[in-house]
Structure formats: structure tokens, C-alpha cells
């Protein structure tokens, strides 16, 4: 069973990798035609601008929940000038940590409906009549996933604050 959900921990980091790698490519590729199309030759493609967003938005909220897993979110941290020891930064670490958790979790809350609404109101975009609820539901997918990375961190903050070593830290520092 640990195995198991060691091996969907590392395919979900590894599914989220590839898919910056690849989303970036591709806005970048459509940006550059984009931009190549209509101020050089003066015949935009249409279109692109809707597939650029669709792309950018599961691109920023993917990003974003990567970025809580590396613990590479912005921080702006104080902290260590005032709580010198370990353990009173990690108490500390610990009362941000629930702090931005119980903000992802209720982004999740406020994002659901959102999604939920978009699913029943089937609309489309203008030019290429996509479902909008393609781009909407990136908000509530990579707000589950960032909730998910925030409660590793805040597991491993509360361990730390108990004197204990954390569990998850180590094994993240090691994938990047």
C-alpha cells in the first residue's frame, strides 16, 4: 500500500512537470506565431488567444500547486530574526503553514460551485466555441492539489515544532 501511494505521489509530480513543460512550449510556440502572423504579415490566426488562455490558466494554477510541493511559494519571512532556535521558527512555520491551508481549503469551497456552475451552464468561447468550464475548472483541480501540498508542509512544520523530524521534506528536497 506505501508503495502504491509512492508511486501516485511520484506520478502526479511527474505528470505535473511534463505538463509545465509542454503547456509553456506551447503558449510560447502560439504567442510567437501569434504575434509573427498578425504584425508581419497582418493576418492574425484566429483563435489563438483562446487557446493561449485555456493553456495559461491550467499552466498558472498547475504551476502553483508544483510550487507548493517545492515549498518555492512566495514567503516573506521574518521569522529567523526574532525565533532563533529551530524548534520556536517551526512552531511558527506551523501557524502560517495552518494559515495558508485553511485558505487553499477554502479557495477549494469558493472554486466547487464555480466549477459545478460551469458544468450546468455549458458555455463557450466566442471564436472556437470551447467549453469555458475547460479553463474554470483549472482554478478547482490546482486549488485541491495545492491544498494537498500545503497539508504535507503543514504535517511536516507540526512534526518539526514537536522535535520531531519531518516526513515529508526530505523526499521533496531530494526530487528537485
Given at each position: ?63 502553483a500547486s ?9 514567503k516573506a ?6 525565533f532563533k ?92
Open positions: 500500500m506505501k508503495d502504491l501511494g509512492l508511486a501516485i505521489w511520484k506520478g502526479l509530480l511527474f505528470f505535473q512537470k511534463w505538463f509545465m513543460i509542454v503547456a509553456g512550449f506551447i503558449v510560447t510556440v502560439l504567442v510567437f506565431v501569434e504575434v509573427l502572423l498578425r504584425y508581419v504579415f497582418g493576418s492574425p490566426l484566429f483563435g489563438v488567444e483562446e487557446m493561449v488562455c485555456l493553456i495559461a490558466m491550467w499552466l498558472y494554477f498547475i504551476g508544483y510550487g507548493a510541493y517545492e515549498r518555492s511559494h512566495i519571512e521574518l521569522v529567523h530574526l526574532w532556535t529551530s524548534r520556536s521558527h517551526a512552531f511558527i512555520s506551523t501557524i502560517s503553514s495552518s494559515i495558508t491551508f485553511f485558505l487553499c481549503v477554502l479557495m477549494i469551497k469558493w472554486s466547487y460551485p464555480y466549477f459545478i456552475w460551469g458544468l450546468k451552464k455549458g458555455e463557450t468561447s466566442q471564436a472556437l466555441l470551447l467549453p469555458m468550464v475547460l479553463s474554470q475548472s483549472a482554478i478547482f483541480f490546482g486549488s485541491i492539489l495545492m491544498s494537498l501540498y500545503f497539508l504535507v508542509e503543514l504535517v511536516d512544520h507540526i512534526r518539526e515544532s514537536l522535535g520531531k523530524a519531518p516526513v515529508f521534506k526530505e523526499s521533496s528536497e531530494e526530487e528537485a
